[in-house]
């Protein structure tokens, strides 16, 4: 393990400022970074709101939340990540905004300190392009929200060294996370290419007026999904029978939606503005108190499922 200290979130938005708290909750000493004040106050209104939610469902205390909070603290001066140990960035998923953060922090901070990147689908490698001592820089992919699902990808980039991706592992296990290693950086690394599989298929069946949107999330909620969240797919296989599994996907496969283009549905929804729950419509709707409610529901259950399966 490194003597890793002192954390640098850059980025105080939703993955952010979760990233910090799961830091912070280990009693590390946590600076969140933003280009503006605005992003900081808003930044500090999920905080408390995400507090709030731990306290309220007994997963924290007040005095543990007053800990966990006097460990963050706030700036807008990038060079304050100057003397830290530890960086991990959640900045807009634009491949040119993050050259321009890892081009400047990368010269600030030591050339032995870790860097990780939480980006969800750009390559760990074309990141890196823009980063000094490129060797040390890995991907961090940690689920929203941060500080309650446990699975974190960590992956090698081309050019990363593999003792700093473990080191990146280990820091994710002493966390009390359950990190996986994607060893090749490809799209979408691990989860979000089965995220995506399962999304596409249910999409078609949606199209072709096979289930409702309804049912589809019922099929993941109230079958698929309790099974995933006990078992692995190589589990639930060996407990199925390979034999079966076998004969089930020598039809099935070649059955299956293989689509190359995005969906129509997310072409015409962002289209017409619904964008989700952060613009109170989407898929469904979510008029008033409705997405506030959303997030917080959600964030329940997932505490509860954590807590059955771990």
Known sequence: M???KKVFVAGSGTMGMSIAQAFADK???VTVYDISEASIEHGKKLLALNQEALIKSGK???EHSEEVTEKICFTVDINDAKDTDFVTESVVEKLEIKHDFWANLSRIVGEDV??????????I???????????????MHWFNPPHIIPLIEVING????????QAVYELAKALGKKPIRAKKDVPGFCANRVQFTVLRELLHLVEDDVVSFEDADNVM????????ACLGPFEIADMGGIDTFRNISEYLFADLDDS?????IFRTLVDEGRLGVKAGAGIYDYPGDKADMAIKERDEKYMKVCDAIL
Do not use: Q
């Open 2 to 4: 490194r003597d890793i």
């Open 27 to 29: 009693l590390y000493d």
């Open 60 to 62: 924290s205390t007040p």
């Open 114 to 123: 870790l860097l990780t990147t939480n980006t969800s689908g750009l390559s």
């Open 125 to 139: 490698t074309a990141i890196a392009e823009a980063v000094k001592c490129p060797e040390r820089f890995v991907g």
């Open 158 to 165: 081309d050019k990363t060294d593999d003792a700093n991706a």
């Open 221 to 228: 909620k109230y079958g698929l999904g309790l099974r995933y």
């Open 260 to 264: 190359k283009e995005g969906s129509p």
